[in-house]
């Protein structure tokens, strides 16, 4: 019992740090600056017992005299709930300053946040489909407040109208899924549904493919795929930048954890049955998003467009698995953990600079970044070739993995479309290199703060570049082949 | 330390660039360590030339793991035709940091040492990763130098060299994918090493679309006609240091690429392009040659003219036979030589003139003897004058297209013939006619004698004692020559 409790603690630590947070935001001694400390706080000590479980390879079920199996625990679930965590922690602790600077933020911000963290770990244990729902509709409900929370703005209050809307409506395609599923099977859980799967004819399985089929459409919302796009560029221009970036670099990962958690292992026998499907959804979005990357004027509405088409890249390599390649769940992984690096940088410098104006941040508003913040300017141009998959950062491996599964499994002409729409994503990340370069500006150098979020900010991009190039060679330090290592323990540890 | 000599030769100036960069060096300190590093790399390159076994095929070579899971590994090693660029590369970079002795701006010189590092690597790497890794790295110092550095319509043009660049690398990364696929499909394992593609059996459809994926990269970086649109804008907007090197190094690093990875993989498949690739090479010739007859700006008139030679190179590699062979590698070292003190001598032009246009110069020969002494040799060496390196080149490649077939021949003679055209109809009015410029003409100053007076020396080297190198790069040429051929032989 003792033991179960242990290892329960890291979704227990957030899920109280929240109530605490909630407690303590009507104090009036407690101003941003220290409800920040106390959620990063509870951010931490929980990633800290996440990773002391690291490595234990069994899966088990959490108090599975009580919850039956609704709740796992493997490093498949650990390393996902690590990266939520941490991105938690950065979302908090780079936006500092932007709290400060705007006057709509208040302490229930931060219970927000640690709620929405709270469900997407639920999301990533979660064995059993009403449960996953559940913790989908946490994380959702938090994440939708948090949109809207610059009330008196009407992009805001717009955005969250729409991200509500639409996502409850697809929330609803989740609940007929589960409801179909539960009619085929005769229960919810996960293992249930395997055993169903394992013992009956595709033919005999109408019922469920439907039902799975529209947990797909919910998923595909989510992650932003073509045909469910239409969202996500207003939704990501209208919520404040930190959410934009928790939105973009976490709650998105959260998704695939699920996804991949179903198509890996529960639906595993018959997942080549929605391949064409998925083809078809993959080469929407990788057009239709890089379509929308390119006719951006905002920087922050371009990362959105250019978002969808890295969603477009996963896709790949997830219809890749279900063509029988090795690689590609390992490359998914390792993708989610270069895109989360790259974007939560992107994003970091972005919702930095815009602590210090109220100016929106078009492209031409970076000329003569690089003479203004040249720090700044170098760190923002590696997460941009990061983003655009240039060779010597992470960004470059993750692509590579991707388009290798692809071509193992003998989608050429996907890996192709792939190299392609990553040529295209050349030009609107390096627009905004040129604009910061290649302009004077008039204003003189500023002094480069030395304060937290830069220090952050700094250490995203050293990882960037040694997850890119970093050898094995230096004792104790993962290399470039480190964090693909992680990729597959965790992969491992599902089966 | 002779096995270490290649990694320490690649990674010296991005090592001091770092150092110098996270110390924050005042500008005395950086072009001091700048020069330091290019400087040490040329010892170090000699010391290599030193210790280097003509008949030693790849050597030096070193194997460092990189990403296991993947087979792909830091793997680096010399033969004869990188040593050729190797030379050429850290034998240009003293000169250059001379030419930027007044330089201010700090950005110029780290670009420069990134530069430095990015083509040394791609030209020794073996692992087809790690050339991609370096290949597309290079790119970044030219795509920053031209975008701030450069004239013109400077960040449109530097835009355009990067996106034309990049579609090429990315179809070649394309094909390495595949390769690499095709050897775990036939292995069991993941490998992206050179020697271990080699041993690969394509079938011949799949052949040539990787071909076409490597060719496409190549031709754009070379360019062959058709594939040139970046590069009379880029030439042209480029500041001096970036343009000498585009036209010596990088130019030649397209033909290296078929030369390396084209007859190291599909030597097979080429001789399928083998039409194609002469049929541009020779329009390129013919075209670029026209184009540098009728432009005014002296910039993008050498950028046509050095496309129209690189065409010429190209077409020698694709007539597999020995005239042409060495012939190419011979030009690929003689006109990066006289290209670079061309491009340096139309940067002095500009910073005493403000212009490079044609029409704005003339009668610099009568007030400055030791200038026009210069760039006359250097147009004239371009042109193939003979007593240079460059007439000896191309008298080979001519007498290798003779041989391969008479019209094929007569066509490449006629860039000879065009080239004297272009360069003494420039010349006349350049130099000599009537000056309408009435400011002052300074004449070469000491330290820009130290920086042409090697270059010159070179180029008259290589024109009259070509037996002094030869004997270096003619066994490894002949063994690799002999290779492709009994393997083009062996299909037949």
């Keep these: ?495 | 330390m002779m096995e270490n000599i290649l990694s320490n030769i690649i990674f010296l100036p991005l090592l001091m660039a770092i150092v110098l960069g996270i110390f924050r060096a005042p500008l005395k300190i950086l072009k001091a360590g700048a020069m330091f590093s290019a400087i040490v790399t040329l010892l170090l390159v000699a010391l290599l030339i030193y210790n280097f076994e003509p008949n030693g095929g790849m050597q030096f070579t070193k194997i460092l793991p990189w990403i296991q899971n993947y087979g792909i590994s830091y793997y680096v090693g010399v033969d004869y035709l990188s040593l050729v660029i190797l030379i050429l590369i850290s034998l240009l970079m003293p000169p250059l940091y001379i030419y930027m002795y007044h330089e201010r701006r700090k950005g110029y010189w780290y670009n420069m040492m990134l530069l430095q590092t990015g083509v040394t690597g791609a030209v020794l790497s073996l692992d087809l990763v790690l050339f991609y890794l370096f290949w597309e790295t290079m790119l970044l110092p030219i795509f920053v130098m031209i975008g701030k550095y450069g004239n013109g319509m400077h960040q449109y043009n530097s835009m355009k060299i990067v996106l034309m660049t990049i579609l090429g690398s990315m179809s070649m990364l394309f094909s390495i994918l595949y390769l690499g696929y095709i050897y775990f499909d036939a292995t069991g394992v993941w490998s992206f090493a050179l020697n271990d593609l080699t041993t690969l059996m394509l079938n011949a459809k799949t052949s040539i679309w990787l071909t076409a994926g490597f060719l496409l990269a190549f031709a754009i970086k070379i360019p062959l006609v058709g594939f040139h649109t970046w590069m009379a804008p880029a030439y042209g907007s480029a500041p001096t240091p970036a343009v000498v090197i585009m036209s010596a190094i990088m130019a030649k690093l397209g033909i290296y690429g078929i030369w390396r990875f084209g007859y190291g993989l599909f030597e097979n498949t080429l001789s399928y392009y083998a039409p194609t690739v002469i049929t541009l090479a020779l329009v390129g010739l013919l075209y670029y040659a026209i184009r540098a007859i009728t432009e005014d700006n002296l910039r993008k008139m050498f950028a046509y003219s050095s496309g129209s030679h690189l065409s010429l190179i190209a077409l020698g590699i694709f007539l597999t036979n020995v005239y042409a062979w060495s012939g190419s590698l011979y030009f690929i070292a003689t006109h990066a030589i006289a290209s670079a003190g061309m491009f340096i001598m139309i940067g002095l032009t500009y910073k005493r003139f403000k212009t490079v246009k044609i029409s704005n110069l003339g009668g610099i020969a009568q007030k400055a003897p030791k200038f026009t002494f210069f760039f006359a040799f250097f147009a004239l060496s371009i042109a193939g004058l003979p007593g240079t390196g460059g007439f000896v080149a191309e008298l080979l490649i001519i007498v290798g297209a003779f041989k391969a077939n008479f019209w094929i021949g007569v066509l490449t003679a006629t860039t000879m013939l065009s080239a004297m055209l272009y360069i003494f109809w420039m010349l006349q009015r350049t130099l000599f006619g009537s000056s309408n410029n009435s400011c002052e003409y300074p004449d070469l100053s000491v330290r820009e004698l130290i920086m042409l007076v090697p270059l010159l020396v070179l180029l008259l080297a290589t024109g009259i004692a070509p037996s002094l190198f030869m004997p270096i790069f003619e066994p490894g040429l002949n063994t690799s020559l002999q290779e492709v051929l009994s393997s083009i032989g062996d299909l037949k």
């Design chain 1, 1 to 495: 019992m003792i033991e179960q409790l242990i290892l329960a603690m890291p979704m227990a630590i957030v899920v109280i740090g929240a109530f605490v947070l909630m407690l303590l935001s009507s104090s009036k001694r407690f101003n941003l600056d220290r409800l920040n400390l106390v959620a990063v706080f509870f951010l931490l000590i929980s990633f800290i017992m996440q990773y002391m479980t690291l490595g234990d390879h069994s899966s088990r079920f959490l108090f599975e005299n009580i919850f039956g199996d609704s709740f796992i625990l493997d490093d498949f679930a650990t390393i996902f709930d690590m990266m939520f965590t941490a991105g938690a922690i950065l979302t908090l602790l780079i936006n500092n300053d932007y709290f400060k600077s705007r006057n709509y933020f208040n302490g229930e911000y931060f219970a927000l946040i640690l709620f929405s963290v709270f469900g997407m770990m639920m999301l990533s244990h979660a064995h059993e489909l009403v449960t996953a729902f559940i913790a989908l509709e946490i994380a959702s409900l938090s994440v939708y407040t948090l949109v809207g929370y610059h009330k008196d703005n009407k992009v805001s209050s717009e955005a969250m109208m729409k991200y509500m809307v639409l996502g409850s409506m697809t929330g609803a395609f989740f609940m007929l899924g589960t409801a179909l599923i539960y009619g085929a099977v005769g229960s919810t859980s996960l293992s249930e549904i395997a055993i169903y799967i394992s013992g009956t004819e595709l033919a005999d399985m109408t019922l469920l493919i439907v039902g799975s089929s529209l947990i797909m459409v919910t998923i595909m919302f989510k992650i932003g795929a073509v045909p469910f796009h239409s969202w996500i560029v207003d939704v990501y221009h209208g919520a404040p930048y930190p959410i934009t970036m928790f939105m973009a670099s976490t709650f998105k990962i959260a998704i695939f954890a699920i996804s991949l958690r179903l198509y890996l292992v529960n639906f595993e026998s018959i997942n080549h049955f929605w391949t064409e499907i998925l083809q078809a959804i993959t080469i929407l979005t990788l057009l239709g998003g890089s379509w929308l990357a390119i006719s951006q004027k905002l920087v922050k509405r371009m990362l959105a467009g250019s978002s969808i088409v890295h969603s477009g890249y996963l896709l790949i390599a997830i219809s890749s698995i279900g063509l029988g390649s090795e690689v590609a769940a390992p490359a998914i992984m390792f993708y989610l953990i270069a895109y989360f690096l790259s974007s939560v940088g992107a994003f970091g410098i972005l919702s930095f600079i815009a602590s210090q104006s109220q100016k929106q941040m078009r492209y031409e508003d970076f000329k003569g970044f690089a003479t203004r913040r040249p720090y700044m300017a170098i760190m923002m141009s590696i997460f941009m070739l990061s983003l655009a998959g240039f060779p010597s950062t992470i960004g470059f491996l993750g692509k590579f993995y991707i388009f290798t599964s692809a071509i193992e499994s003998g989608q050429i002409l996907l890996a192709g479309l792939g190299i392609l729409t990553a040529f295209i994503s050349v030009y609107y990340y390096f627009k905004l290199i040129a604009m910061m370069y290649f302009y004077e500006s008039d204003t003189p150098q500023k002094k480069c703060p030395f304060d937290v979020s830069t220090t952050l900010i700094v250490m995203m991009a050293l990882l960037i570049i040694w997850g890119g190039i970093g050898t094995s060679l230096i004792p104790f330090v993962p290399g470039a082949d480190g964090f693909i290592d992680i990729a597959k323990q965790a992969i491992s540890s599902l089966r």
